[in-house]
């Protein structure tokens, strides 16, 4: 009977340890994404700061003839809010 149930005691054991190393293993590679999509993220905008710089230069000058406009009281209208 004691042999039974040791058996039974180390099938359990050992489910139990797979499914917790299991677990373990899941949250730390849940940990590991966000890092790794930080740094590709990182990569990205190093890699194209020149055209970045560009898209930000020229938005800011997109905000300016914006205000022009509203400014202006011929195109008024179209950019009231």
């Known amino acids: ?21 299991t677990a373990v293993l899941k949250r730390f590679l849940g940990r590991l994404v ?11 905008v190093i890699d194209n ?14 905000g300016g003839v914006y205000y022009k406009l509203r400014s202006d009281p011929k195109t008024f209208y179209m950019y009231a809010r």
Not at 49 to 62: A, D, M, P, R, T
């Open 34 to 44: 966000p890092s790794i999509g930080w740094g590709l993220t990182t990569y990205d």
């Open 49 to 62: 700061k020149e055209v970045i710089g560009v898209g930000l230069k020229s938005f800011s000058e997109g």
């Open 1 to 21: 009977m004691k042999k039974a149930e040791r058996k039974v005691i180390a099938m359990i054991s050992k489910k139990a340890a797979n499914k917790a190393e």
